[in-house]
């Protein structure tokens, strides 16, 4: 029997004792008639302490087993805790800790026995460590921390510690689980957004976030503040529509086009500044969630000068063909390295009496009756951009055969990055017989004066 056993025995045999005695004071008081038997009462008085003294055995042997009950599970709770478990006293002691705490920190239980609370510590925190202690003391506590495993790892960690009582002394029980895993998934969320920000804000094109729900901007970057002249209060919770960024035309045309594809991509809007200046735009959405909410990311490109140029060009173009088909000559469009015919105007059409489209699969020899004069004078080596270039007569034939004398004037310039020549084709066949009739009567005018 344990010491403790046998000091609950010993009190429980004292107070037979003393019961005993009691009950023959009280034997002392009854009526000699009914003291014939002292014997008997004497036994009555054992008996009744002896079973007094075994039920307070058997009372302390069931409070021992609850209590060795309650120790046993307590052992098996700290021991199979996922988490690692220190007791501490009330200096920063540790007094105890569970196998859980020997692997993460790589110390075993008789070394942490010789540590204090802030030799766990990253050195940078070991100076707050006593005072982590004092709270925990008052009133229990949770915090974010970082520890110093044997090998000099910082790890992450979030600590319960709550006081409890020690014999009497005051103490903490202390709960550490690793957050290593939710921290770096923080940190991978924290760049992937600072990323997103980064680009977001910084790029070239006008980018906004808007709310489906009611439409509103929720943000926008500075290039789409600048592409249409707005603050950002001024965007900012706001819809395009309050804004009067939309033509009715355009603004149907956006709507219609987003129900049709569910989202767009490259699709050419034209919206309006504050100021009310026209701004062509290359539009594109994308739907993402939001805190809980659908919202569309977009981006506006600012094609103004682009569509400004495309309209300039067209305008020249048709300019240029006007022009070209007024002109009473016969215009060929030639490629200078092969002599391919790229356009040809309708007076050379009927010239050389072929349709517009068969000249295009001709080359310039094709048309000539001396083509290899035709490949000397017009694709020699010395041939440069902006060179001009004058035959002033040359034998061409038409499609059905007949040969007439041309003059050619023309220039050559370089078009995406090869060299063409536009030739200007004049018909002299009545011109060369007239300058022949002209000299045969001067001729004949001579002849006569000499006679």
């Given amino acids: 029997m344990g010491f403790p056993a046998l000091t609950m025995a010993l009190m429980g045999y004292r107070q037979a004792l003393t019961l005993s005695s009691a009950l023959s004071m009280e034997v002392a ?43 046993a599970r307590y052992h098996q709770l700290f021991d199979v805790s996922p988490d690692a478990l220190f007791i501490l006293d009330a200096s920063g002691n540790f007094l105890d800790c569970n196998p859980v705490a020997e692997k993460h920190y790589g110390y075993s239980r008789q070394e942490f026995m010789q540590m204090k609370v802030r030799d766990l510590a990253a050195p940078d925190l070991r100076d707050q460590a006593a005072e982590r202690v004092k709270r925990a003391l008052d009133s229990g506590m949770t915090f974010e921390w970082r520890h110093l495993c044997k090998d000099g790892t910082q790890i992450p960690v979030e600590i319960g510690a709550a006081p409890i009582s020690l014999a009497g002394q005051q103490g903490i029980l202390a709960s550490v689980r690793s957050i290593s895993e939710r921290v770096q998934a923080d940190e991978k969320l924290r760049r992937s957004e600072e990323l997103f920000s980064n680009a ?30 707005f603050s950002r209060d001024e965007v900012i919770g706001h819809t395009s529509t309050e804004l009067n960024m939309w033509t009715p035309e355009e603004r149907k045309k956006l709507i219609a086009e987003q129900i049709r594809s569910g989202g767009l991509q490259n699709f050419e809007l034209e919206a309006r500044a504050k100021s009310g200046q026209i701004v062509n735009i290359l ?35 048709a300019l240029y063909h006007e022009l070209f088909e007024a002109e009473s000559d016969s215009i060929f469009l030639i490629e200078n390295a092969t002599g391919r015919i790229h356009e040809a105007n309708s007076a050379a059409a009927a010239l050389y009496g072929y349709a517009s489209d068969e000249l295009l699969t001709l080359r310039d020899v094709d048309l000539a ?69 002209l000299l045969e009567s001067e001729e004949r005018l001579r002849l006569s004066t000499e006679l």
């Fill in 29 to 71: 008081k009854i009526p000699p008639a009914t003291t014939e038997l002292p014997g008997l009462a004497v036994s009555i008085l054992g008996l009744l302490a002896i079973i007094f003294l075994e039920h307070l055995l058997v009372q302390h042997h069931d409070e021992h087993e609850a209590l060795r009950e309650s120790e």
């Fill in 200 to 229: 977001f804000h910084t790029s070239p094109a006008g980018k906004t976030i808007t709310r489906i729900k009611d439409g509103k901007f929720i943000d926008a970057n500075e290039a789409f503040l600048q592409m249409f002249e």
């Fill in 283 to 317: 539009f594109s959405s994308k739907s993402l969630e939001f805190l809980g909410e659908t919202h569309h990311i977009t981006t506006m490109i600012d094609i103004t000068e682009r569509v400004q140029a495309e309209k300039g060009l067209r305008e020249s173009e």
């Fill in 369 to 437: 009756a001396e083509p290899e004069t035709i490949r000397k004078s017009t694709n020699g080596p010395t041939v440069t951009d902006g060179q001009a270039v004058y035959l002033p007569v040359r034998y061409h034939r038409k499609k059905d055969g007949t040969v007439f004398p041309v003059e050619i004037t023309g220039r050559v310039f370089n078009r995406h990055g090869n060299l063409f020549r536009v030739a200007a084709i004049r018909d002299i066949t009545e011109r060369l017989q007239a300058e022949k009739l």
